[in-house]
């Protein structure tokens, strides 16, 4: 007994350090199994890694180290490793492979610029690994100039798509996906990043001013610096917030679905204003439809939630 004792110590001791070597620098195991509140990291610091691109990037959070990948947004790939994958995003923009790798150097590229000053991580520790090997979490990453994802998208460096999670100070991510939605239908009605690289517009990004989201976990505002070139908000539900819209009193007086002309409506470039004109289609719907793309023609609108054959015959004729 005394024998088997002290080899069962001396294994438990060995491990015991082991695993006190290899943790430095690593999140705990409670961390890896997520969080029901947000961990809020802040004062980060971007560090430099070859495997950094627009939306996955290694990050020091004082001593410890973390893989982050952003949610609701998907940038292209920097090389041609995943080839499937960038076949994929190509298709999206409709722009070529080569087209694609160049697109996802410049989100890198606009990336290491965003988070060369300290910003604020917001993670749930949710596993984001996909086909990586290395602990990788889904977060929001808020810069001096707002939300990182919404950066990216607004410049045409990153596609809606996604894990999603309900926003810091949100239930629902039905807000964020909407206002997603609009940055990317901005960025392509400009021709800008992904949108204009077949036009040689890759690395020119949005001029007008964007109104780019600071999360708030407990819900209560709080002051953030306006740059010059954007100003930020909060996502925080409030009345005089710029997601809003208008009353249902106001919809109900509104006369512009009664002059929608037929077949002029483009399904891949409408905005949800645009949608939201045709008979049937509300601030819901129009936001389904938005997160469907891209479609082939509008003939797919069929394969949208909520479209059965009697709407469909309804809203088929005001698209082109």
């Keep these: 007994m005394t024998f088997r004792f002290s080899i069962f110590s001396r294994v438990c001791a060995s491990a015991l350090i082991l695993v006190g070597v290899l943790g430095i620098g690593f999140v705990s195991v409670p961390a890896r199994e997520g969080s029901k509140e947000w961990v809020v990291l802040k004062d980060c610091r971007l560090i430099a890694n070859p495997a950094n691109d627009g939306d996955s990037f290694h990050v020091s959070s004082g001593v410890k180290e973390y893989l982050f990948r952003l949610y609701f947004v998907d940038a292209p ?95 629902s991510s039905r807000v964020e996906l909407v206002k997603l939605q609009q940055l990317e239908d901005q960025a392509r009605q400009e021709r800008i990043g992904a949108w204009g690289a077949s036009v040689g517009r890759t690395n020119l990004h949005a001029q007008a001013p964007t109104d780019f989201s600071s999360f708030v976990p407990d819900g209560n505002s709080r002051g953030t610096a306006r740059p010059d070139s954007s100003t930020i908000v909060s996502l925080t539900p409030r009345s005089n917030a710029p997601i809003m819209r208008s009353s249902p009193v106001e919809a109900n007086k509104s006369h512009a679905k009664e002059k929608t002309p037929l077949g002029n409506i483009d399904i891949n470039t409408a905005t949800e204003k645009e949608l939201t004109t045709v008979p049937g289609i509300g601030h819901v719907m129009a936001a ?33």
Excluded: C, W
């Design 77 to 171: 790939e920097t090389d041609e490793m995943t080839p499937r994958r960038l076949v994929d995003q190509a298709k999206y923009f409709a722009i070529t492979v080569p087209q694609a790798i160049e697109v996802g150097q410049a989100a890198k590229a606009f990336t290491q610029q965003k988070l060369s000053q300290p910003f604020t991580v917001f993670t749930h520790m949710s596993d984001a690994m996909g086909q990586s090997r290395l602990e990788r979490f889904y977060a929001f990453v808020e810069t001096r100039d707002g939300d990182l994802g919404e950066q990216l998208v607004r410049n045409g460096l990153a596609r809606v798509y996604g894990f999603k999670a309900a926003p810091p100070g949100l239930t």
């Design 288 to 320: 389904r439809i938005i997160a469907a793309r891209p479609f082939r023609s509008a003939d797919d609108l069929k394969k949208v939630s909520g479209i059965g054959d009697k709407k469909y015959a309804q809203i088929r004729p005001y698209f082109q």
